[in-house]
């Protein structure tokens, strides 16, 4: 293999496309809602794996108020009013669902729903 081969190819690699802020944040919350769904589907067997990702949810949540609580954040505010509301509710039901009082399925349809609008926002973009 000569030197120019070897350069184009170390090259070619770091001309790869860059994941927009978006798409890194449907990639972290579709990952968190496949991990939720598939512990939920366990039943009583999965409670731990079920745990660790409500647990991993309420993160995700508690960093998108973080996030939409900050002034400097260019999100419309009635859009981040929306958000940190979902985080509150996330937060709680999460708290249910740990102690078995409720389904993990209001969980998977917020999230569901924030996936929608990433997915849509991004085709706009």
Do not use: C
């Amino acid at each position: 293999m000569t030197p120019n081969t070897l350069a184009q190819r170390g090259y070619s690699r770091a001309s790869a496309p860059t994941r927009t802020p978006r798409k890194l944040e449907y990639d972290v919350i579709a990952r968190i809602t496949h991990r939720l769904k598939s512990a939920a589907q366990k039943g009583k067997p999965g409670f731990a794996a079920l745990a660790e990702a409500v647990h991993e949810n309420r993160q995700l949540w508690t960093l998108l108020a973080t996030d939409v609580a900050d002034s400097d954040n260019g999100l419309p505010e009635s859009l981040r009013a929306q958000l940190f509301y979902l985080a509150e509710f996330t937060n709680h039901h999460s708290g249910k669902v740990l102690a078995g009082r409720a389904s993990v399925r209001p969980l998977l349809e917020i999230n569901t729903a924030i996936l929608r609008g990433l997915r849509s926002g991004e085709k706009a973009a």
